[in-house]
């Protein structure tokens, strides 16, 4: 049994400037776990992903990772340590087919010549469409084509596909309509269920509470309380993001 959280983050603190935009949060996530971080614009809820994704270094404290600091120099250190991140422009490739998407940056190649190993990641990526029943005609359909749910469901999948350890969300349905948004959550349990932990970052919170097993409220960068959500009730996560409390 783990006897160490698989992420924490540990005191961190990010300053821009002058302006302090997270003091000393600190928040544990282990496999399996949805815990959602809440709290009005400028909270720092972005700033906090950011930095655990490697896009900002920490101005003080430290990630931790089954235990072991790590120093994410950018974006590509988080992935190689087994951490995705989905923000809200998705960061896909518009003109490039899902299976291109799929493997982006990490491509298949085979041969002397290192020749684009299409068919192998074509088939790769259809297996795990279908594996989470994210339905695209072909996963060689051009991405521009798709609907922005079809385009979320890519996004995941391919979290799900590289990432080993913790996946990062940024209001991940904060612009589709009803059904597309109830699909893109089941996504998010299938990948739950697979063992990723995840930390999710939402303004509904609706939908923090169907998704979440436990919510962190920011206020003004600081760490206001962090409750198990089937302990909680809208109203508490309320006054915590406004301070009526």
């Given at each position: 049994?783990?006897?160490?959280?698989?992420?924490?983050?540990?005191?961190?603190?990010?300053?821009?400037?002058?302006?302090?935009?997270?003091?000393?949060?600190?928040?544990?996530?282990?496999?399996?776990?949805?815990?959602?971080?809440?709290?009005?614009?400028?909270?720092?809820?972005?700033?906090?992903?950011?930095?655990?994704?490697?896009?900002?270094?920490?101005?003080?404290?430290?990630?931790?990772?089954?235990?072991?600091?790590v120093n994410f120099a950018s974006p590509l250190d988080?992935?190689?340590?087994?951490?995705?991140?989905?923000?809200?422009?998705?960061?896909?490739?518009?003109?490039?087919?899902?299976?291109?998407?799929?493997?982006?940056?990490?491509?298949?190649?085979?041969?002397?010549?290192?020749?684009?190993?299409?068919?192998?990641?074509?088939?790769?990526?259809?297996?795990?469409?279908?594996?989470?029943?994210?339905?695209?005609?072909?996963?060689?359909?051009?991405?521009?084509?798709?609907?922005?749910?079809?385009?979320?469901?890519?996004?995941?999948?391919?979290?799900?596909?590289?990432?080993?350890?913790?996946?990062?969300?940024?209001?991940p349905t904060a612009a589709l309509g009803v059904a597309?948004?109830?699909?893109?959550?089941?996504?998010?349990?299938?990948?739950?269920?697979?063992?990723?932990?995840?930390?999710?970052?939402?303004?509904?919170?609706?939908?923090?509470?169907?998704?979440?097993?436990?919510?962190?409220?920011?206020?003004?960068?600081?760490?206001?309380?962090?409750?198990?959500?089937?302990?909680?009730?809208?109203?508490?996560?309320?006054?915590?993001?406004?301070?009526?409390?």
């Amino acid at each position: 049994m783990r006897t160490t959280p698989l992420v924490r983050i540990e005191r961190v603190r990010k300053e821009f400037g002058g302006i302090v935009a997270v003091e000393e949060l600190t928040l544990d996530v282990d496999s399996g776990e949805v815990v959602a971080l809440v709290g009005d614009n400028g909270a720092g809820k972005s700033t906090v992903v950011k930095c655990i994704a490697g896009v900002y270094p920490p101005t003080s404290g430290q990630i931790v990772l089954e235990g072991e600091p790590v120093n994410f120099a950018s974006p590509l250190d988080a992935r190689s340590q087994g951490i995705e991140a989905i923000f809200q422009d998705l960061a896909l490739a518009n003109a490039q087919p899902v299976y291109m998407n799929m493997f982006l940056g990490r491509e298949l190649v085979k041969g002397p010549l290192r020749r684009l190993d299409r068919e192998t990641m074509a088939a790769e990526t259809q297996t795990l469409l279908d594996e989470l029943d994210v339905r695209i005609d072909s996963p060689r359909k051009t991405i521009r084509h798709l609907s922005g749910g079809q385009r979320q469901g890519v996004a995941i999948a391919r979290a799900v596909r590289w990432a080993q350890r913790l996946v990062l969300m940024d209001e991940p349905t904060a612009a589709l309509g009803v059904a597309e948004t109830r699909r893109v959550e089941e996504l998010i349990r299938r990948m739950r269920d697979r063992g990723r932990a995840i930390l999710i970052v939402s303004h509904s919170l609706d939908q923090v509470f169907r998704l979440s097993d436990r919510i962190c409220v920011l206020r003004h960068g600081k760490q206001v309380g962090i409750r198990r959500t089937s302990e909680t009730t809208g109203d508490e996560i309320v006054a915590m993001i406004t301070g009526l409390r």
